[in-house]
């Protein structure tokens, strides 16, 4: 019985870390549709969240996200991502036009105390969230991504982004070598206007989504 918690135990931080890097995976697809970063004829519909998505059909960028977010699922995995960034940026100056941030907390107790027979009482626990339930708070900020067009100014210029992943302090943390210390992508608070979206969590991550 001890054996089958752990497995639980273990199932629910996979699968809490699938759900969030697959929100990633999506969000930052609908940044760069709803902001034109990319034509649109690059991008494909799917369904997913209960709502028509669009996703790149660009080889070159599918291949970039897909090893961005395997090295953050790893790092959402070892409890060390606190916060992504998609900075948009003006190809022609290099100013960051726009600064979408995911701000990652993690319920370290959900990991690290599994309430096996003997340990600690669950008396007074927080309600366990089922997929659907986060899968329904994820659609409503996916919606509010969408509708951001209403209320962001057009991007006049062409432009291109960059992913940035801040991460703890520990000096055992690796970092691969394709990442290294990158410029913050900060946008002057007194020329824009925080738009700070909805927010969601699982039973060990919690998000809060803005942008300016």
Not at 16 to 24: G, I, N, Y
Not at 126 to 145: F, S, Y
Not at 189 to 197: A, H, T
Request: net charge negative; glycine share 6%.
């Amino acid at each position: 019985m001890a054996q089958k918690q752990r497995t639980n135990q273990a199932i629910t931080l996979k699968g809490s870390t699938a759900l969030v890097t697959e929100f990633f995976e999506y969000s930052v697809n609908s940044i760069l549709y709803q902001r034109g970063v990319y034509p649109s004829d690059d991008f494909r519909m799917v369904k997913k969240y209960g709502l028509p998505m669009l996703v790149t059909a660009d080889d070159n960028l599918k291949e970039y996200l897909t090893t961005i977010l395997s090295q953050v699922q790893e790092w959402l995995l070892s409890s060390s991502i606190n916060r992504l960034v998609l900075a948009i940026k003006s190809i022609e100056t290099g100013e960051t036009l726009e600064r979408w941030q995911f701000d990652i907390h993690t319920d370290e107790s959900a990991i690290n105390n599994p309430s096996l027979p003997g340990g600690p009482s669950t008396k007074g626990k927080k309600k366990e969230k089922t997929e659907k339930e986060v899968q329904g708070e994820i659609r409503e900020i996916m919606k509010q991504i969408t509708s951001s067009v209403t209320f962001l100014p057009i991007l006049e210029e062409e432009c291109t982004f960059t992913l940035l992943a801040y991460t703890n302090d520990s000096p055992d943390l690796p970092i691969p070598a394709t990442w290294g210390d990158a410029d913050p992508h900060l946008i002057d608070r007194g020329k824009v206007e925080q738009v700070r979206l909805r927010s969601f969590s699982t039973n060990v991550h919690s998000l809060e989504v803005s942008g300016l």
